[in-house]
């Protein structure tokens, strides 16, 4: 490997982190956080739930699978989760571009060089990870040692805060959701069954697992009032930020409530259905973000291992009337779903649809399906 240019991730608390550069050589900042799965990094730098953050990878190893060559099948993404990276920045311990896989066509650093997204190896990730834990996540940068002015970038103009006299981008404060949603109406697949998807940023692996189901799929923008259309059922997808900003989705999913059609929520899907009904969310300390969450079904003792990516979660304690918790996660016993006791609305805050695993809750969009 050529020999990396030294550059070094600053936190808004004044911790510094120095590495080497094997991405694009652009100055970025945002939230900072960590994902402890082991693999997948090609679908979660294409996560639209990852748009204004810095991703840090715990698993030390990075690259050695290479990146695979853009392909689709019915207009979908075959390997990533939507058509371009949303990730603000990579932090990672060592990395490799000697990649060796079936599906390899390019390296980690050439692609993220191709999609101008800096990337840092190189890192102490375990101190950083430790930093995160105990502090909470945090705004950060990534700076080369030059001066430069985040405003020169468009996305950086209206949320820039200066904290120990570095300029730092609160992603939190924009609204996430309407820069990654679809901006029309997309259809996907065949079926007598029609389903739509409520795009807030959704990870194009839902897609396929309804379209491999046998439905059609009508991909709607995040505020687009879905209720005048002829449907079966609804899906509320993952998104990136803070749900607040979706008063427009959550009316409308006020609205679908006073039928009967069946509505499926994931992830941010499930803090707007549970706004929705009547209760709250919170910003977490630092989010769950990995392969590996344990979650238990309320009332029983069943328990599945579940992908997830979320900041925020959901207040249980304000849910009223027909509503109830349906899952808990067993590392912190935050709200891991909810469900309606006599209709058809639930929602789980894990992905069933999880690439790069676990699959233990793919069996969530046959039971939606049966449903409708």
């Not at 207040?315 to 006599?342: A, C, Q, S, Y």
Request: some cysteine; overall charge negative; charged content about 20%.
């Amino acid at each position: 490997m050529q020999s990396l240019i030294p550059v070094r991730l600053i936190l808004e608390n004044g911790s510094v982190f120095p590495g080497e550069s094997f991405g694009a050589e652009r100055p970025v900042s945002g939230e900072v956080v960590f994902s402890t799965a082991m693999v997948g990094y090609p679908e979660s730098l294409t996560d639209p739930s990852y748009k204004g953050q810095i991703l840090s990878l715990t698993y030390p190893i990075i690259g050695n699978y290479g990146v695979p060559a853009k392909s689709e099948t019915n207009g979908v993404s075959d390997f990533f989760e939507s058509v371009s990276i949303h990730a603000s920045g990579l932090i990672v311990q060592d990395y490799t571009d000697d990649y060796s896989h079936w599906n390899g066509f390019q390296s980690l650093g050439e692609w993220l060089k191709k999609e101008n997204i800096p990337a840092i190896c190189g890192v102490d990730t375990r101190r950083l990870t430790k930093v995160l834990r105990e502090e909470g996540s945090m705004l950060g940068r990534i700076d080369f040692g030059v001066n430069h002015n985040f405003e020169e970038e468009p996305e950086y103009t209206k949320t820039n805060c200066t904290i120990n006299n570095h300029e730092y981008y609160n992603p939190e404060l924009d609204n996430l959701v309407a820069q990654v949603s679809c901006k029309e109406v997309i259809e996907y697949g065949q079926g007598d069954k029609n389903v739509i998807l409520v795009d807030c940023g959704t990870k194009l692996n839902i897609l396929r697992e309804l379209i491999k189901l046998g439905v059609k799929v009508t991909r709607v923008p995040w505020d687009f009032d879905f209720n005048t259309l002829d449907f079966d059922g609804v899906v509320i997808s993952n998104g990136p930020g803070n749900p607040d900003h979706c008063g427009i989705t959550i009316n409308n999913i006020k609205t679908s409530m006073n039928g009967d059609k069946p509505i499926f929520g994931i992830c941010m899907g499930n803090q707007l259905l549970a706004k929705a009904a009547g209760a709250g969310v919170y910003k977490m300390k630092y989010g769950h973000r990995s392969h590996n969450q344990p979650v238990r079904m309320v009332g029983g003792n069943k328990c599945f291992i579940t992908s997830q990516n979320h900041g925020y979660a959901v207040d249980e304690t304000l849910l009223k009337g027909d509503w109830e918790p349906w899952f808990v996660n067993m590392n912190d016993g935050t709200n891991e779903g909810i469900r309606h006791k006599t209709k058809p609305f639930y929602s789980v805050q894990f992905h069933p649809e999880a690439k790069g695993g676990p699959t233990d809750t793919r069996f969530f969009f046959e039971d939606f399906i049966k449903l409708i």
